[in-house]
């Protein structure tokens, strides 16, 4: 069993075929009033609820080569309702030369206030090459449907399509269409729809510059 605090990077060599590592991942809070309730999130998907730790688990086949990645959120609210959370990236190895879990994060924030408006932010980088992240913000739980098209305005690929908490996100767009292959060069528009629980409509659209 591994621990490893939620802003700390890690790179571990692989188990030995067969058999079954365990890292744990700790979210450390410094303030607020107790008790605290902590939601982590692996991408979207719920995975652990009321636990300041979270789990998971990689073994290698033996293989070499191919990885997986996904991204890791906790959120914290204390008893007086303030709120505070962090990400981070982790890559699943299965190389010979080194592997287990890698997980790069960063704080993103300390009792980070909730959005007061929807949101939308210009794409970073933008041009870009061959991925780039897209920003925004739900004051409210909403619907978000988040699309990609190309310049005739033909829908590529969803970004996100389904029920979101209100708070930031951050998307990554790998410059690939709905079926993995890679796009071409050129201008494409994220379009973001969302329909809050209160009934309040967002959309907007914003042009990103893909250079090869």
Do not use: M
């Given at each position: 069993t591994q621990s490893y605090?939620?802003?700390?990077?890690?790179?571990?060599?692989?188990?030995?075929?067969?058999?079954?590592?365990?890292?744990?991942?700790?979210y450390n809070v410094t303030s607020g009033a107790p008790p605290f309730t902590f939601t982590w999130k692996k991408d979207d998907s719920v995975v652990e609820s009321n636990s300041s730790t979270y789990t998971?688990?990689?073994?290698?086949n033996g293989s070499g080569g191919g990885s997986y990645q996904f991204t890791l959120t906790v959120g914290v609210r204390?008893?007086?309702n303030s709120t505070a959370s962090a990400s981070l990236v982790v890559t699943g190895y299965n190389s010979g030369g080194?592997?287990?879990?890698?997980?790069?994060?960063?704080?993103?924030?300390?009792?980070?206030?909730?959005?007061s408006d929807f949101s939308l932010a210009q794409n970073y980088p933008n041009p870009f090459n061959p991925e780039t992240?897209?920003?925004?913000?739900?004051?409210?739980?909403?619907?978000?449907k988040i699309s990609i098209s190309d310049l005739?305005?033909?829908?590529?690929f969803v970004l996100h399509e389904g029920e979101l908490a209100a708070r930031y996100y951050r998307k990554r767009?790998?410059?690939?269409?709905?079926?993995?292959s890679k796009v071409g060069s050129g201008i494409y528009f994220c379009l973001i729809v969302a329909k809050g629980e209160s009934g309040k409509e967002f959309t907007r659209v914003l042009k990103m510059l893909l250079l090869k």
């Open positions: 605090c939620l802003t700390q990077g890690v790179h571990s060599n692989h188990p030995p075929k067969g058999q079954v590592n365990q890292y744990t991942w700790t998971e688990y990689y073994s290698y204390d008893a007086a080194g592997g287990g879990l890698e997980s790069i994060g960063e704080r993103i924030s300390e009792a980070t206030p909730l959005p992240e897209i920003t925004f913000g739900l004051p409210e739980p909403a619907h978000v005739l305005g033909r829908e590529i767009w790998p410059g690939n269409d709905a079926s993995g």
